[in-house]
């Protein structure tokens, strides 16, 4: 990877008028002030519809796009909407924080009335669609259709035992009953794709560059295990034996239970990783560089028996190592993969970082622990590694200050030359700026010196997350300029 730079910045935060960011003007503007700014890279958070926490870790789908994420004004050009269709629903007040509740009860009607009139009219478009996404959006629109049909209760849950364990007969039976459902569900894919692309193709045009985040783990709530159970541990009722998490640790003393199902990697290995070749295949149609969440736990995963209230029962297991990743760089050698490095960390783990000749990530806020040395400093790096000044999960840098202990910000201080005419955060990013890390990322938030108001993710959190809204009025020339300068200065 050249040496450059790039802004994490989710979509749901970007501004619009209909309570959550969209593929439309903002993005395009978005990717304009990235040019601008002299970076190269737009990296997001996952993609794929949420469900219960709203959080985009936890996926209906590895594949399928977000419906909220469908901008309503370009259905509008399109002759799909009104104005006064859209203009008669309540998109909630306030632009600085989505209302996913209130997005969740009116968006889908719009949908269902763009799906009534463009389902005839795209005919041709929709089938090349599903035939170039037959190896899951066929099980994704009858799995969301079915999830409606009881409720929206997770599959674990429903009802009728034939489908909850796809009885061929029961899937006919479904697939017929729910055609309608399922139509839509296939439609609002076509019409996100084709949003999406869009956009691409002009980030593209612009020299701007996707990095998309790949989580290691999949929702148990979603048609990826439901579509295809042998490769998970299940028992023989559709119920996990074990589930993902990560030990206790200095930040949280019961550490933390996410729920996902493990793989069984033993049916995965025997299959030669199809189902991971076929999952990279396709986060490649979304993103240009792949993050992949989690890395440790290729090398060894924390296993917590189904049941548990806490990560704390949990136990290490080895992972499918370099046999994976060897398989996937060599199905994908054009591919360019960050490894995010970041837990409790192993010389297993540093081996097998090394052995993948991935880049791993360093973390300007782990940086300045006073009471060790730590890898994490910048004189520390090695030149292939992507320096970032925090991810998702951490506080901006504003945030950061005032919750940090006073002698860990004393050695920052002391270290990058911190200084009030500077700025704080201007100070920590120019140090992250001029590393010799290839790559250089940090949130959005922290070139604009907000605070815990604008944080993303808690982990551990269960609500309250994924809600942070940049305001239409921002991205200032000013900012631009400034970026613009110190991109350039650097290098980058």
Known sequence: MKRSCGIIMPVFSLPSPYGIGTLGQASYDFIDFLKDAGQSWWQMLPLGPTGYGDSPYQSFSTYAGNPYFIDLDLLKQDGLLTQSEILSMNWGNDLSHVDYETIYCNRFSLLKKATERGWERDQTEVQAFMVENE?????????????????????????DEAI???????????????SDKIRILIYVQYLFFQQWNALCEYAHTKGI???????IYVSMDSADVWADPKFFQLDSHGFPTEVAGVPPDYF???????GNPLYNWDAMQKDGYGWWIQRIDGAVKLYDVIRIDHFRGFESYWAVPYGETTARNGHWIKGPG???????LNQFPKLQFIAEDLGFLTPAVYQLLA???????????FAFDSREP?????????????????????????????EVEPDDLALAVQYLGLNEKEGFHWGILRGG?????ELFMAQLQDYLGLGAEARINIPGEPSGNWQWRLLPNQLTAQLTNRLAEMSHIYGR
Not at 136 to 159: C, G, N, R, S, V
Not at 164 to 172: C, I
Not at 209 to 215: R, W
Request: charged share 20%.
């Open 135 to 159: 190896s899951w959006l066929p099980d994704y629109a009858l799995y969301m259709a079915i999830k409606q049909h009881f409720d929206m209760k997770p599959w674990a849950q429903w009802p």
């Open 164 to 178: 909850r364990l796809r009885d061929a007969k029961a899937m006919e039976s479904y697939r017929e009953k729910l």
């Open 209 to 215: 560059g996707i990095i998309g985040d790949l989580p």
């Open 252 to 258: 949280c003393e019961d550490g933390q239970l996410w």
């Open 322 to 328: 370099m046999n994976l990743l060897q398989t996937l």
């Open 355 to 365: 052995d993948s000749g991935l880049p791993g990530m360093k973390i300007l806020e």
């Open 374 to 402: 730590s890898n994490y400093l910048p004189h520390r790096y090695p030149t292939h590694c992507v320096c970032y000044t925090g991810t998702h999960d951490n506080a901006p840098l504003a945030a950061w200050k005032e």
């Open 433 to 437: 700026m001029s590393s010799v890390a």
